[in-house]
């Protein structure tokens, strides 16, 4: 799950996926809340699960994505 | 028998505010608006009306066509922020242009009224019940934001753009058209004009509300959606598309759709730096820029595509 959510924000923001970590904050990555719903919209599609908009503002890091939606797929 | 673009037109108020003119009446700045949305300027009405508008642009697409007002058999306003509710704009631009044959109603459906309007007089054309048709998108949404509220006043511009459809042979090209009134939340504005048998002579001032995330995610998910199943209906590949000619409502929302389409961005023509979203406008404006700088070739196919409010989205396939 860590490895896909990695490779999906390296692809949305064009970064290195060697440089992402679980503790990586998107604002570190000078993602903004577009780019941030880019993602969530992949996360979407990737992992067939609904993430609800209210939600995304507590989203700041990779690690805190991967703990949402495993979340949502239990 | 389809209806074939014989002619466009546009108008917009000479009127513009720059981003740096909006950061003096909000909390903003031109590098967060450009980064987020694409808009630099947006021209907004003085003297015009939605109406004076409409009607201009509706000259310049006949006179582009070629063809006199009096060959109108039907003018089609579509418009969410009309100076007048009686009569009709469409009626209006009517007496503007002395288009004494045509008859006239207006279409509300926010930013894919366009599309809706187009689909709408190909559907008369292909019945045989009005064959010239007058189709006009025109807004002044500058009458309808709140210029304190910076998450919606930086977004929206006024304009029109026209564009006559003339019946000739041939067969009707698919749409695809869809409504969904139950997440109608997240993009509204009421009428101010409401329980005036209680409340006498007090207009509600409601403005523009936008739940921006929820309009992103709908835009980005259903615009590829739509578009796909409008290629399936035709036959066609993404690469048989020349030009993909979106709703200009926000710029990171066209360049997600072009990547979910894998489509290279150049297809995507953009005006928004200049407009900004203008409703039911912004397609018409685009599509006579591009006609007028000869970017559309004979035997070139565009998709259109509008969505927005309602919540409602529309594609059409053109044969140009």
Redesign the interface.
């Known amino acids: 799950m860590l490895e896909k959510v990695k490779n999906i924000v390296a692809e949305g923001l064009g970064v290195d996926v060697a440089d992402l970590a679980a503790e990586t904050t998107f604002e570190s990555l000078g993602a903004d809340s577009l780019d941030l719903m880019d993602m969530v919209m992949s996360f979407e599609d990737e992992f067939g699960v609904e993430i609800d908009t209210e939600a995304i503002g507590g989203l700041k890091t990779i690690g805190d994505v991967v703990v949402y939606i495993e979340g949502l797929q239990k | 028998m389809i209806g074939k673009i014989y002619g466009t037109g546009a108008y917009t108020p000479s009127n513009y505010y720059h981003n740096n003119d909006l950061a003096k009446m909000v909390d903003t700045n031109d590098e967060w608006i450009r980064?987020?949305t694409g808009i630099v300027r947006r021209h907004i009405i003085k003297e015009d009306t939605t109406v004076s508008m409409a009607s201009k642009a509706a000259k310049r697409a006949l006179q582009d066509a070629q063809i006199t007002a009096d060959e109108v058999d039907l003018i089609l306003v579509s418009t969410i922020s009309s100076n007048v509710i009686l009569p009709c704009a469409a009626c209006e631009v009517q007496r503007e242009l002395g288009a004494v044959n045509a008859t006239c109603f207006d279409l509300s459906a926010a930013c894919s009224g366009f599309v809706f309007a187009y689909n709408t007089a190909q559907a008369y054309i292909a019945s045989g019940m009005y064959n010239t048709i007058l189709i006009i998108g025109s807004e002044s949404l500058s009458n309808l934001v709140d210029w304190e509220d910076r998450g919606t006043c930086i977004l929206f511009g006024d304009g029109a753009g026209a564009a006559v459809l003339k019946g000739v042979e041939g067969e009707l090209t698919p749409c695809v058209t869809y409504s969904d009134g139950v997440k109608g939340g997240v993009l509204t504005c009421e009428s101010r004009h409401q329980k005036n048998w209680e409340e006498k002579m007090k207009d509600k001032s409601t403005y523009v509300y936008m739940?921006?995330?929820?309009v992103?995610?709908f835009a980005?998910?259903k615009v590829p959606e739509m578009i796909h199943e409008l290629l399936d209906k035709a036959g066609l590949e993404v690469e048989d598309i020349d030009w993909f000619i979106l709703h200009q409502a926000?710029k990171?929302i066209i360049e997600?759709v072009a990547?979910?389409l894998k489509v290279d961005i150049a297809k995507f023509p953009m005006n928004i730096e200049e407009y900004g979203n203008t409703s039911s406008a912004s397609i018409p404006i685009l599509l006579d820029e591009m006609n007028r700088k000869g970017m559309l070739k004979e035997g070139q196919r565009a998709v259109l595509a509008g969505f927005g409010a309602g919540l409602s989205w529309g594609a059409s396939l053109i044969n140009w």
């Open positions: 980064e987020r739940d921006g995330k929820g992103f995610k980005v998910k926000n990171r997600s990547k979910r």
